[in-house]
């Protein structure tokens, strides 16, 4: 059974920094594709950043310059480090990797349960 789980979420001032993390545990053979989204309240889940196996990295427009995605393969964990952080940052962050486990033949995703990040102003 593969487990993924965030932590590191949080209340913050307007202009702080967060890091999130995400771990990964299970009998997994390999992940491809990890990614960070969020869901500000009253709106649909948007993409936040992914990071693919090789390290590249893609943003969404909101995160660019503020957010740094990265991974740690032999940890098997995703971390966001949130720098600037405004208002509008306030959502749930949820954690997907894309996960193979042993004995498989396809990557699936597998979603955290959520971390709750609140900017205040």
């Known amino acids: 059974q593969v487990q993924v789980e965030e932590s590191g979420g949080g209340l913050v001032q307007s202009g702080g920094s967060l890091t999130l993390s995400c771990a990964a545990s299970g009998d997994i053979e390999s992940i491809n594709t990890m990614g960070w989204y969020r869901r500000p309240p009253w709106k649909p889940r948007e993409l936040v950043a992914f990071?693919?196996?090789?390290?590249?990295?893609v943003y969404a427009d909101s995160a660019r310059g503020r957010f740094t995605i990265s991974r740690d393969d032999a940890k098997r964990t995703l971390s966001l480090q949130m720098n600037n952080l405004k208002p509008e940052d306030t959502a749930v962050y949820y954690c997907k990797q894309e996960i193979m486990f042993k004995g498989g033949f396809s990557y699936t995703d597998y979603w955290g349960q959520g971390t709750q990040v609140t900017v205040s102003s």
């Open positions: 990071v693919n196996r090789i390290g590249g990295t």
